[in-house]
C-alpha cells in the first residue's frame, strides 16, 4: 500500500501533468475555425506595399497648404504611384475672395506623380457660400485646379436646384460649368441640402 504521505504530492504531479498536456493540444491545433496567421507579406495584394489608417495627404503651393485630404483607410502601391482611399474627406483652403471647399466621397485613388485625385461612391462637394454638388464620381486635378466629371450632377444653392450630366467645377474662383441635359428648379423657399 501507498503511504498517504506520497498520494498528495502524486496526484498534484497527475493534475499539473493533464493540465500541460490540454495546454499543449490547444496551442498546438489553435482555435476552432480560425485559419492560420499569414506572414505581413502574404496579407496584401502583390501590387500594394504598404496600407495606413487616417491617413493625411496635403499640397502645398506658394508655400501655403492649398488642399488637405484625410483618408479612414489608404493602400499604397509604390510602383504604380497610386494611393488607393476610403472614406476620404478633401478640404480646400480659401483661394483670395472666395472660401473654402470641402469634398467627400466614399473612395477613391491619388496619384502624387500626376497631382490626381479621383473620388468616386456618394461624392460631396460644399463650398462656404452654401453651394453644394452631389454625383457619382470626380476628378480633381492639381495642375489646373479643377473638379470635372462626366457623371450627373445635383447642384443646390439657396433656391436653385440644377441637374445635369458633366460638370467642371474651378477650385480657386468656384466657377461651375454644365455640360448637358440641364435642368433647373428655382423653388419660393430655400431648399434643404
Known amino acids: ?36 496567421a499569414r506572414p505581413a507579406s502574404q496579407q496584401l495584394p502583390r501590387n500594394i506595399d504598404v496600407t495606413l489608417k487616417d491617413a493625411r495627404f496635403s499640397e502645398i503651393q506658394d508655400g501655403q497648404v492649398a488642399w488637405e485630404l484625410v483618408s479612414g483607410r489608404v493602400a499604397y502601391d509604390k510602383d504604380g504611384d497610386l494611393a488607393y482611399l476610403t472614406g476620404i474627406r478633401m478640404d480646400f483652403q480659401r483661394a483670395g475672395s472666395h472660401g473654402t471647399v470641402s469634398v467627400t466621397a466614399d473612395g477613391g485613388e491619388y496619384s502624387s506623380k500626376a497631382k490626381t485625385v479621383r473620388l468616386k461612391g456618394h461624392v460631396h462637394v460644399v463650398t462656404e457660400d452654401g453651394a453644394s454638388f452631389d454625383t457619382g464620381s470626380i476628378v480633381y486635378t492639381g495642375a489646373t485646379s479643377r473638379f470635372t ?14 441637374t445635369a450630366v458633366g460638370m467642371e467645377l474651378g477650385v480657386k474662383n468656384q466657377q461651375a460649368r454644365f455640360f448637358s441635359s440641364i435642368d433647373a428648379t428655382i423653388s419660393p423657399d430655400k431648399l434643404r441640402k
Open 1 to 36: 500500500m501507498v503511504s498517504p504521505v506520497y498520494i498528495r504530492p502524486l496526484l498534484a504531479l497527475l493534475v499539473m501533468a493533464a493540465i500541460f498536456g490540454i495546454a499543449a493540444a490547444v496551442l498546438r491545433s489553435g482555435p476552432h475555425g480560425a485559419s492560420p
Open 149 to 162: 466629371t462626366p457623371d450627373p450632377v445635383t447642384f443646390r444653392q439657396a433656391r436653385l436646384m440644377l
